[in-house]
């Protein structure tokens, strides 16, 4: 049995995050597919509020940088669709500070195949 906040009080409108090792999204004891139910503060209240848990796919995108000397990876990630992107930036052989960086909208072109 999940208890959220419990015993803490938390207030209408209020965020409550924590992190619980024994809520795990895979294997054979996965909460995904299962459902929560949010119940009030006294014993035995009515639900306030259920919905099923349904597992998101992370998405990703990475880049590996190999230019005049400079190289690393570029990742993107966000854990579900219009989630906040994490972006982290791993990059060595800089010559000089960097200006800033931006996304293109089209791809590069691949590179011509080898005797094509």
């Known amino acids: ?3 959220l ?3 803490s009080g938390a207030q209408p409108g209020s965020r ?3 992190t619980d090792l024994q809520l795990p999204l895979s294997g054979t004891d996965s909460v995904a597919g299962r459902s929560i139910v949010v119940h009030g503060a006294s014993g035995g209240a009515a639900r306030l509020a259920c919905a099923s848990l349904k597992e998101q796919v992370a998405r ?3 880049v590996l940088l ?3 000397g400079v190289s690393g990876s570029v990742e993107f990630e966000q854990s579900y669709a219009g989630s906040p992107t994490k972006v982290t930036v791993d990059v060595a052989g800089l010559t000089q500070r960097i ?3 931006h996304v293109h ?3 590069l072109p691949e590179p011509e195949e080898a005797g094509g």
């Open 105 to 107: 909208m089209y791809p």
């Open 66 to 68: 190999s230019m005049a």
């Open 60 to 62: 990703r995108a990475r």
């Open 5 to 7: 906040a419990s015993g």
């Open 1 to 3: 049995r999940l208890m």
């Open 16 to 18: 409550v995050f924590y």
């Open 99 to 101: 200006g800033g960086w």
